[in-house]
């Protein structure tokens, strides 16, 4: 008899894969089937990971290769539009993580409830002629929304945003999260590893090596000349003339306008962004097993300058950032750069402060 009854419950369950009730009632033969709970079915053991943008031009790839991370067990898709049709596509990938969806702000409470690690790439994309300002004010309302919505709900989940301009959102987040007394700085990560791989990528081609090899350490953070390069402190060591320092710093710094122009008016780096989305996502989550070693750069607290966020390379543990390294000897082509960085750059903390204050 119970075989019997374990096949019945195999079948009750593929059936409801293949024809999901149009209602919320229990399908009939079955005790606790309905479609949703079969979805969770046989999830692998893992992390819960929430995707805010899910149906965006980066969250989209983005989803889709978190999806087969094997590190994730639970994957929530959440954005105002769109996210059904995602959520359904990227669902019927054979790898452990389950997938849900979530549509629309009334939603965003039970997207983000019991999540490990939450991804924000929600925002508008740079258009040609857009600086990473211009998009401030759309982008900053959004930001804040979502946090808010963390605060409540997975207030000790680590944070990966994405959202530009990351100068100005990282402090918007930071302050949100203060208001609500949940602000724990070693769990909010502004993601820089864009430019990271964009270096790595540059330099290799420049030295004609695999850029898998390469390790470029990039500081300061993620717009024109506050994305400082530091090619001193390259590995494999190696030494570059005056004209190759300029042009990879340029080319760096640069990187996000060069596709926005390439793709004349079709959107920004969404492809290249996802996959170093998932890089840096990737790395938190092994930190978070407990992974020994684990060392990034990323856009934090910081106390490495006078400024109170910067980007520099941080070792990633259980709770977020466990330590901050010093930026390291600089050469005076970097010192220089340096200061145009923290310039640049305190600007735009300030108006992400200045945002959550009004």
């Given amino acids: 008899m119970q075989a019997s009854a374990d096949v019945n419950q195999r079948i009750a369950r593929i059936a409801a894969h293949l024809n999901p009730p149009t209602n919320n009632l229990q399908m009939e033969g079955s005790s606790n089937l309905r479609w949703e709970n079969c979805r969770a079915k046989g999830g692998s053991p893992g992390f819960k ?7 965006g031009g980066i969250g989209q790839p983005l989803a889709m290769l978190m999806k087969m991370n094997p590190l994730v067990s639970l994957l929530h898709l959440y954005d105002v539009v769109n996210t059904p049709g995602v959520t359904a596509d990227i669902s019927h990938m054979d790898t452990g993580a ?3 969806g979530f549509l629309g702000q009334q939603q965003l409470e039970d997207a983000l409830t019991g999540m490990d690690l939450v991804i924000i790439p929600a925002g508008v994309p740079r258009k040609p002629g857009m600086t990473r300002d211009d998009l401030f004010n759309i982008n900053a309302g959004i930001v804040r929304t979502l946090c808010e919505g963390i605060s409540k709900c997975c207030p000790k989940a680590t ?14 987040a930071a302050e949100v999260f203060k208001k609500a007394g949940t602000y724990d700085p070693r769990r909010l990560l502004g993601v820089t590893m864009l430019d990271v791989v964009r270096a790595n990528t540059f330099v290799a081609e420049v030295l004609g090596l695999d850029p898998r090899d390469v390790d470029v350490p990039v500081v300061g953070g993620h717009a024109g000349v ?3 390069p530091l090619l001193s402190q390259v590995k494999p060591p190696c030494s570059f003339t005056q004209e190759e320092t300029e042009y990879l710093t340029s080319r760096i710094q640069n990187g996000g306008t060069e596709v926005v122009e390439a793709k004349a008016g079709a959107g920004s780096a969404t492809l290249s962004m996802a996959y170093a989305a998932v890089k840096f996502a990737d790395a938190c989550l092994h930190a978070l097993r407990g992974d020994a070693g684990v060392i990034e750069c990323a856009f934090v607290s910081s106390q490495v300058t ?12 259980r709770n977020g950032v466990e330590e901050i390294y010093p930026l390291g000897p600089l050469n005076e082509y970097e010192r220089v750069g340096l200061e145009k960085a923290k310039k640049e750059l ?4 300030e108006k992400g402060i200045s945002f959550v204050g009004k």
Avoid: C, D, H, M
């Fill in 49 to 55: 990971v929430a995707i805010l943008g899910a149906a």
């Fill in 98 to 100: 389950v997938v849900r």
């Fill in 159 to 172: 944070v990966n945003l994405i959202s530009n301009p990351v100068n100005s959102t990282v402090p918007i």
């Fill in 226 to 228: 506050t994305i400082l």
């Fill in 306 to 317: 006078e400024l109170p966020f910067f980007a520099s390379r941080v070792r990633l543990g």
């Fill in 346 to 349: 305190a600007g735009s903390i």
